[in-house]
C-alpha cells in the first residue's frame, strides 16, 4: 500500500532554513505527483509545492516562491522541501500528500494518500 513518511520538521530561529523530506512508497502508478501542504494552528491546511515525480515539473504557491524549493530524488523515492528565510509564519505541521491521477493541482481533493506530518516551529 501507498506510505508516505515526513522527517525533517523541527525548531529554527527566524531566518533560518530547513528542509524537510518525504520518502514514499507502494505506488503502483508510474505518473503521480507528490505535494506539500501545511496547516497553521488555527487555520485551514494549505498548499505549498507540488512536485510530478516521472517528470520533474514543479508548482509554488505564491509565498512559497523563491524561498522554498522542491526536488525529488527518485533513486531514493524521497521528495525534498528546502524552506529558506522561514519566518514564524511558516510555523505548521506540513504534510506531504500524493496525487496519483497526477491532475497537478495543488487541491485537497486531488490527493488520497497523506503521511502524518512534521512539526515546523520558527521562533526566537
Known amino acids: 500500500q501507498v506510505q508516505l513518511v515526513e522527517s525533517g520538521g523541527g525548531l529554527v530561529q527566524p531566518g533560518s532554513s530547513l528542509r524537510l523530506s518525504c520518502v514514499h512508497s507502494?505506488?503502483?502508478?508510474?505518473?503521480?505527483?507528490i505535494a506539500w501542504f501545511r496547516q497553521a494552528p488555527g487555520k485551514e491546511r494549505e498548499g505549498v509545492s507540488l512536485?510530478?515525480?516521472?517528470?520533474?515539473?514543479?508548482y509554488y504557491k505564491d509565498f512559497a516562491k523563491g524561498r522554498f524549493t522542491i526536488s525529488r530524488d527518485n533513486a531514493q523515492n524521497t521528495v525534498y522541501l528546502q524552506m529558506n528565510s522561514l519566518s514564524p509564519q511558516d510555523t505548521a505541521v506540513y504534510y506531504c500528500?500524493?496525487?496519483?491521477?497526477?491532475?497537478?493541482?495543488?487541491?485537497?481533493?486531488?490527493?488520497?494518500?497523506w503521511g502524518q506530518g512534521t512539526q515546523v516551529t520558527v521562533s526566537s
Open positions: 507502494g505506488f503502483t502508478v508510474e505518473h503521480y505527483a
Open positions: 512536485i510530478s515525480i516521472s517528470d520533474g515539473s514543479t
Open positions: 500528500a500524493a496525487d496519483i491521477r497526477h491532475t497537478l493541482v495543488l487541491s485537497e481533493s486531488e490527493y488520497d494518500h
